[in-house]
């Protein structure tokens, strides 16, 4: 198997790391993992692809690519340049450093890049471990995504139905914030809601006196709905999150029929 790896914390990132061996185990020792990723950390930026200006891209090693966009930009760069001759079975995009789960999903990069690869037809995961308390202070806060990162990814690919739909499904799954040993297992969950917690802006002065805002994150400890994934996460459990890029809402199409 011949699988593209990306992320949004960069290239550099140990969350990289520790997706470069999880797709070595699911690729064999008769495939390969190739990389594209973000030259510097793109947190944040969604599906965004670098539309008005160029991407450089450099190599760094064997597979192994650096470029100056975003995540869906690396993804992109993949398809079309790096692997164009012979594209990839699979794509991940990882381990992210801290959770995707719930409101967070909307604005990952990391699933920026899945969302990319599924647009294109290519089977695509994106990995995020969820931080907290009970691993901040391990050797590797990523543990419970290495030990488990390969095993589920597989058994995802086991179970995915075939695509029946014009928009492709990719996959948001998120490792709870507990050591390997105390995963409690796997659940199959929709995206959930953080009742609350919002990203919000802090005003800040510079020493000349300029106003920046820096962006704030919401309180990540408070659990979305049962049966959604930020509630199985804070639950121990590893959420599996079937997605689209299909933003109608379907559920409400009947409704607005009297406005036609």
């Not at 075939?162 to 990719?170: C, P």
Request: proline letters at 7%; a negative charge; one cysteine or more.
């Amino acid at each position: 198997m011949r699988i593209l790896i990306t992320n949004d914390d960069g290239i550099n990132a140990p969350g990289l790391e520790i997706l470069t061996r999880i797709a070595g185990q699911i690729a064999g020792p008769d495939g390969e993992v190739w990389t594209v990723a973000p030259a510097f950390e793109q947190s944040g930026v969604a599906h965004s692809i670098s539309y008005t200006h160029p991407t450089m891209i450099a190599q760094m090693g064997e597979r192994r690519y650096a470029a100056e966009g975003s995540p869906a930009d690396c993804v992109m760069a993949g398809l079309h340049d790096v692997m164009k001759d012979a594209p990839p079975d699979l794509v991940l995009s990882g381990v992210n450093r801290g959770n995707n789960s719930a409101e967070n999903a909307l604005y990952s990069g990391t699933l920026g890049g899945a969302m990319e690869a599924a647009l294109k037809g290519i089977p695509a995961m994106a990995l995020s471990q969820y931080f907290g308390p009970d691993v901040r202070d391990l050797d590797n806060p990523f543990e419970a995504a290495a030990e488990h990162g390969a095993r589920v990814v597989r058994r995802v690919l086991e179970a995915a139905p075939g695509n029946t739909q014009d928009y492709h499904l990719f996959y948001n799954i998120n490792f709870p914030p507990v050591p390997a040993d105390q995963v409690r297992g796997l659940r199959v969950t929709t995206q959930g809601l953080r009742p609350n917690t919002t990203f919000s802006v802090e005003p800040h002065l510079s020493p000349a006196g300029r106003r920046f805002l820096w962006v704030r994150g919401g309180d990540q400890s408070i659990a979305s709905a049962p049966g959604t994934d930020a509630a199985a996460n804070l639950d121990g459990y590893i959420s599996v999150t079937p997605m689209r890029a299909d933003l109608t809402a379907h559920d409400v199409l009947d409704h607005l029929k009297a406005i036609e």
